[in-house]
Nanobody
């Protein structure tokens, strides 16, 4: 099993940057694909970015492509989400997730077995 803890959220002005981190405890971190999802108040949880176990494959939602970058450090059991050029519509709780099988279902919440508690990101206009 994995336990995931996110950090790095906060309040930022539009156009600013934040880097989210998600650190895992437990065994087998490097065997898991990882993802970031977000959920704004009153909305469903939506896919943001995903990365394969090796880091060779990365996927992004169209809304963040070119602005956000996902990366991982298997030595430190951590996945990152670098967020640049932030917009007010990026305001949400951000969650990291881990799952064994990625494939074509990387954008589906049911693909992932473990979830963190979330970190809040607020982008002021």
């Amino acid at each position: 099993q994995l336990q995931l803890v996110e950090s790095g959220g906060g309040l930022v002005q539009a156009g600013g940057s934040l880097r989210l981190s998600c650190t895992a405890s437990g065994r087998g971190f490097s065997d898991y694909s990882l993802a970031w999802f977000r959920q704004a108040p009153g909305k469903e949880r939506e896919f943001v970015a995903a990365i394969s176990w090796s880091g060779d494959s990365k996927y992004y939602a169209d809304s963040v492509k070119g602005r956000f970058t996902i990366s991982r450090d298997n030595d430190d059991n951590t996945v990152y989400l670098q967020m640049n050029s932030l917009k007010p519509e990026d305001t949400a709780d951000y969650y990291c997730a881990a799952g064994r099988a990625l494939g074509g279902s990387y954008y589906i919440t049911g693909t992932y077995d473990y979830w963190g508690q979330g970190t809040q990101v607020t982008v002021a206009s």
